[in-house]
């Protein structure tokens, strides 16, 4: 990684919370580990909870010895805790901002900073447009700062549907330059979801069989094993869809399905990324339970751990139509993918924690070897699948049949295997490192463009009219809907099977000991 030339001030608005302890101050400590920051770095932190410096320095500590992927270093952690600072103030309130300037001033002289920041909003999206107004009124971010460093990193969620997340960019571009704002997603701040480029642009042998010519269908899985814990407060209002699907797993789909960039740089790559979701069939809302199933977890247990059912859990509302499960089949309309559906699907209290993309091959056009397959299902897959493992065990697999040795011909299906850790002697480092590394340095390659973010909200709010149409049907008829439920522990619902069974295919199971299931 390329190291911090320039000096900066990072202001993190909502400091005091669980984003800037588990996963920026961690994040940060880990550059510093590896000499990456600059001498002078400086962290501000600003909260409306009333800290002083030594108790944020304390809070900060908790975060890195739990959290930090670096361990633990005392010699390290006084040279890095003696650069944080904290003051705390309102988020919507122009005198907590005149004196944000006043310290970031002092800052400056004191440390010879250099008058660059970059604004890091981890709070609540509500506080995202108050924030931003005021950090412009005060003049600390403004189009004509182009002398110095001044930026904005924005968390997710970015909107709610189609509509917000366009007043939010409009509010945004109305007062900063669009390479003033980082729009965060921090799954492309993950190493394996990089290395997607990288391994279909940066080799021979793949490219010219990533279509449909050779490729039967594609199918993206983010499986958790939590439920939702104690976010039900934000999660009974966000979803599956809106929490990972719209951004996740949207930016999984465009990487997978996306054409060669003309170089590696961050325009040509998110042209390429805004074409491949263009390309997404947009769903009609009447015919959305033919291309969408939505579930909610019941009891069970994941993991060992128990899981009450969604609708018990604290914070969600008992009669909540919110999904905790979501699987998608769309399709491509591009010259590439035409005829390929892609089948994505994510939920929470599901039987494993895994990310992965299967590119499921067709199969050869005579089956010779079908009657000599060990075990064989009455329907005989596709042999050949590579999967891209995003997390964990991160790597990529490639499944093919081979012959038994022995006298018969008798077929059983192995896998080539490339592991990050056995390759590269290290597991990949955390997302969080590489973005705000980027975000610093000015390189927008793996932020979300605004076109990139308002095409995946238009596909996406799509879904949710259909289901905001179901609602209103049911409710019509004096009905409450009522969604499909899984037991917690398991893959997920009936009707998310029945989704593929319709086409003839079924779910690559990830952690399937026998990948003919
Ligand atoms: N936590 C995570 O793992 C992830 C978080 N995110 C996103 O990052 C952002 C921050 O997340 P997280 O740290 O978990 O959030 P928190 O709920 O911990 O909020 C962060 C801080 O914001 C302030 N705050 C909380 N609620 C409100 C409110 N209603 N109005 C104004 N200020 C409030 C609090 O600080 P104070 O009261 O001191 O002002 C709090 O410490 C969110 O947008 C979230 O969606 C994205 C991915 C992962
Ligand atoms: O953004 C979010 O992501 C996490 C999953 O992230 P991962 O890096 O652990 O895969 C998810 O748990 C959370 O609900 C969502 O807000």
């Not at 939505?294 to 604290?314: N, W």
């Not at 591009?334 to 939920?347: D, E, I």
């Not at 790597?395 to 008798?410: E, S, W």
């Amino acid at each position: 990684m390329k190291r911090i030339e320039q000096p900066v001030v990072i202001v993190v608005f909502g400091a005091s919370g669980d984003l800037s302890k588990r996963k920026l101050i961690p994040a940060l400590y880990q550059l510093a580990y590896q000499n990456l920051l600059p001498a002078n770095f400086t962290l501000l932190g600003f909260a409306r909870t009333p800290y002083t410096d030594d108790e944020f320095r304390e809070l900060a500590r908790e975060g890195v010895t739990q959290y930090s992927t670096a361990g633990f270093d005392e010699h390290l952690w006084r040279w890095f805790s003696q650069n944080l600072f904290y003051m705390s103030g309102n988020y919507d309130d122009l005198e907590s901002f005149q004196a944000l300037a006043k310290r970031l001033e002092e800052l400056d002289a004191e440390r010879n900073t250099g008058g660059n920041y970059l604004f890091y909003l981890a709070t609540p999206p509500s506080v995202f447009k108050p924030i931003t107004s005021l950090i412009a009124e005060t003049g600390l971010c403004c189009r004509t700062s182009a002398d110095h460093l001044r930026r904005i990193v924005i968390e997710k969620p970015f909107g709610h549907d189609l509509e917000s997340a366009k007043d939010l960019n409009q509010h945004l571009l109305n007062l900063f330059d669009e390479d003033q704002i980082y729009r965060i997603d921090h799954y492309l701040g993950k190493e394996t979801v990089q290395n997607i480029l990288v391994f279909r642009f940066g080799n021979g042998i793949f490219e010219p069989i990533w279509n449909r010519n050779y490729v039967d269908h594609v199918q993206i899985t983010v499986a958790e094993t939590l439920g939702i814990g104690d976010r039900g407060g934000y999660y009974d209002k966000a979803g599956a869809i809106r929490d990972m699907l719209q951004n996740h797993m949207m930016q999984l789909l465009a990487l997978t399905a996306m054409e060669p960039p003309v170089a590696f740089d961050a325009e040509d790559v998110r042209d390429q990324k805004v074409n491949a979701l263009r390309s997404i069939r947009p769903l009609d809302p009447e015919e959305v339970d033919q291309w969408v199933v939505r579930a909610q977890y019941g009891p069970g247990v994941s993991e060992g751990q128990e899981i009450p059912a969604y609708l018990e859990e604290k914070g969600v509302d008992p009669h909540s139509t919110t999904e905790t499960y979501v699987a998608w089949k769309t399709e491509i309309d591009n010259w590439r993918w035409n005829g390929v559906p892609f089948y994505l699907r994510t939920g929470k209290a599901l039987a494993g924690k895994v990310t992965e993309i299967n590119i499921v091959f067709r199969k050869p056009p005579l089956m010779l070897f079908a009657n000599l397959i060990a075990n064989p299902n009455t329907q005989v897959p596709p042999s050949n699948v590579l999967t891209l493992r995003i997390q964990p065990d991160e790597g990529i697999r490639l499944t093919f049949d081979a012959k038994r040795p022995g006298p018969a011909v008798n077929v059983e299906r192995v896998a080539m295997d490339f592991s990050y850790s056995e390759s590269f002697g290290k597991d990949p480092g955390d997302a969080y490192e590489r973005l705000l590394l980027d975000a610093i340095l000015g390189d927008t390659t793996l932020f979300i463009r605004r076109d990139e973010i308002e095409v995946a909200w238009e596909r996406i709010t799509r879904i949710l009219n259909g289901w905001k149409m179901q609602e209103e049907k049911a409710a019509q008829a004096g009905k409450r809907l009522r969604l499909p439920r899984y037991a917690a522990g398991t893959w997920g619902p009936k009707e998310a099977d029945e989704l593929l069974a319709r086409d003839g295919r079924y779910w690559r199971n990830p952690h399937t000991v026998n990948p003919r299931r």
